[in-house]
């Protein structure tokens, strides 16, 4: 079947525009994460949602970092006036459930470039 | 805070050596253990996971891992590395943190790993 989905899957941008990312989970997963991959380190949590439940927002680093999720199924991710440091891969991942032994599916990741 | 930590950042082996990359988390409740990987090009993709029972744990392509609740360490092994292994892998621990119900797992930050033919 098919797997998570993000686009676009590169995105260069100005210092200061706004960006909008975009996850598409596995169909009939009900949790959803974003992670951010920077250089040389590893996946820094960002966000979680599961199914109805309000989300866990206490990765995102600042207030210009927004998620939502229609539906309980596709996911977006906006970074307002975006900064050099923002730059990284943003990848999503989606489980069946929420529970400790979950399995994450893993999308390609969207590589973000701020100029 | 909780922290999970893989010591070699860089590896790189000839083919059929042994591997053992290293995997060590802080906390001292019930966790759940996992390694990723991700060969170039590719999504990252589950290796094995622990989550009760035989601490010693199967993976695919011949990897196992063991949990050694003493030393907080979950150690990745291969009695013989492959070109093909060339990857990043990433240790990762869910701590059973909840908030709202949810589970979030902390990654290490990766090993890279070459091997040469």
């Known amino acids: 079947g098919a797997g998570v989905s993000q686009s676009p899957s590169n995105k260069v941008t100005e210092k200061g525009k706004d960006v909008e990312l975009r996850c598409d989970p596995i169909?009939?997963?009900?949790?959803l994460y974003w992670y951010r991959q920077s250089l040389g380190q590893g996946l820094e949590f960002l966000i979680y949602?599961?199914?109805?439940?309000?989300?866990?927002k206490s990765g995102l680093p600042s207030d210009r970092f927004s998620a939502e999720r229609t539906g309980g199924s596709v996911s977006t991710l906006t970074i307002q006036r975006t900064q050099q440091e923002d730059s990284a891969v943003y990848l999503c991942?989606?489980?069946?459930?929420?529970?400790?032994?979950?399995?994450?599916?893993f999308g390609p990741g969207t590589r973000l470039t701020v100029l | 805070a909780q922290s999970v930590s893989q010591h070699n950042h860089h590896v790189i082996l000839s083919e059929a050596a042994s591997l053992e990359l290293g995997c060590n988390y802080s906390?001292?409740?019930?966790?759940?253990l996992f390694w990723y990987v991700q060969y170039p090009g590719q999504h990252l993709q589950l290796l094995l996971k622990?989550?009760?029972?035989?601490?010693l744990v199967k993976g695919i392509k011949g990897f196992e891992a063991e949990f050694i609740k003493s030393k907080f360490s979950f150690n990745l092994r291969k009695p013989s590395v492959q070109w093909s292994d060339t990857a990043e892998y990433f240790c990762a621990v869910n701590m059973g943190h909840a908030s709202g119900g949810s589970y979030i797992p902390t990654f290490g930050r990766g090993t890279s790993l070459i091997v040469h033919p």
């Open positions: 622990y989550f009760s029972g035989d601490p």
């Open positions: 906390y001292g409740g019930t966790v759940n």
């Open positions: 991942a989606s489980t069946p459930w929420s529970g400790d032994a979950d399995t994450q599916y």
């Open positions: 949602f599961q199914g109805n439940s309000a989300p866990d």
């Open positions: 169909s009939g997963h009900t949790a």
